[in-house]
Nanobody
Framework: QLQLVESGGGLVQPGGSLRLSCEASGLPLAYYAIGWFRQAPGKEREGVSCISNIGGITNYADSWKGRFTISRDNAKNTIYLQINSQRPGDTAVYYC???????????????????WGQGTQVTVSA
């Protein structure tokens, strides 16, 4: 059984940076496409970025292109989300999720992802 644990969230000032981590245990993360999702206060959960299991294909939601970078280190069984130039609108709980069914691609829809972490809170405030 794959388990995911996010870390790296916290309080950051506007303009600052954070790197979120999603560490997997139980099975090799290399088999899975991984997505990062976020849920802002009072809003639905939405896709931010994803990376495929083969080929390192990445996708980003338009709202976060240029400031967010997803990467994976299969040797460490970890996926990262680098967030730069943070804004108050980035405040949300960030979740990582894994899909065994997506091969060589990834999507920002939630349905294909069967494994979810508990989330890590990111708060952007002065």
């Amino acid at each position: 059984q794959l388990q995911l644990v996010e870390s790296g969230g916290g309080l950051v000032q506007p303009g600052g940076s954070l790197r979120l981590s999603c560490e997997a245990s139980g099975l090799p993360l290399a088999y899975y496409a991984i997505g990062w999702f976020r849920q802002a206060p009072g809003k639905e959960r939405e896709g931010v970025s994803c990376i495929s299991n083969i080929g390192g294909i990445t996708n980003y939601a338009d709202s976060w292109k240029g400031r967010f970078t997803i990467s994976r280190d299969n040797a460490k069984n970890t996926i990262y989300l680098q967030i730069n130039s943070q804004r108050p609108g980035d405040t949300a709980v960030y979740y990582c999720a894994a899909s065994r069914g997506l091969v060589g691609t990834c999507v920002l829809a939630q349905r294909p992802y069967g494994y979810w972490g508990q989330g890590t809170q990111v708060t952007v405030s002065a």
